[in-house]
């Protein structure tokens, strides 16, 4: 029992930081934790024991290549927003996430109108706040789906910043309204609806193993 639950934990593990955007070339360094930790419970743990299911959630700074991929196409490149977004991302990286705040701040008041800005101000402020959505990054999200009603940009990375704080159930919606939003012959659309699925087979199986744990009468 105690290895299908490691194995459990690793296939999770492997969803969480596709669904999340942690960075490809991160991804050895997960890899290597996971196989340490393997060791170490073959080493000094009981694989024939029971497991006890407990809940990790992956938070990361970092901008995956593929979801800035998406946000070009979403919004377009070489325009007033994109030379925004890829000062913020280089702050970012750089780690000045309080400077990449201050800079997409600076983006909302010269162009108020653009849902981008916000939408990517609110990226920055969860990203500075330790992948937590904040009020502020909340008000900043907000402002972008008003401003943007019909871009599937704002629902989509408000729903990934969600995830990241571990709020899978809140950014189902968000992200089926992302899709749903996205015309059938936009380049990004199988990227979104794939992680939609996914989304859904996670949503599934946690329901599935919180009923399992339930006691029955």
Known sequence: MGWAMLLAIALGAGLL????????????????????????????????????????VKKTSEIDPEVIAIRDAMFGRFNF?????????????????????????????QAGGDPGAWMWLGVKLAENDGNQVSPAAKFAFERALQLGPQHPGPPFFYGLALIREGRFAEARPLWAK????????????????????????????????????????
């Open 17 to 56: 930081l596709w669904l999340t955007g942690f960075p490809r070339k991160l991804w050895t360094v997960a890899a290597t934790a996971l196989t340490l930790g393997a060791a170490g419970y073959a080493w000094q743990g009981s694989p024939g024991l029971a497991g006890h299911p407990v809940t990790s």
């Open 81 to 109: 927003t994109w030379g925004s977004f890829m000062r913020a991302d280089a702050m970012t990286r750089a780690g000045a996430p309080d400077t990449a705040v201050r800079a997409m701040i600076l983006t909302t008041r």
């Open 178 to 217: 992302a899709v749903a939003l996205t015309p059938e012959k936009a380049s990004y659309r199988p990227q979104l609806v794939v992680r939609l699925f996914l989304l859904d087979q996670f949503l599934a199986a946690k329901a599935a193993e919180e009923k399992a744990a339930t006691p029955r009468p």
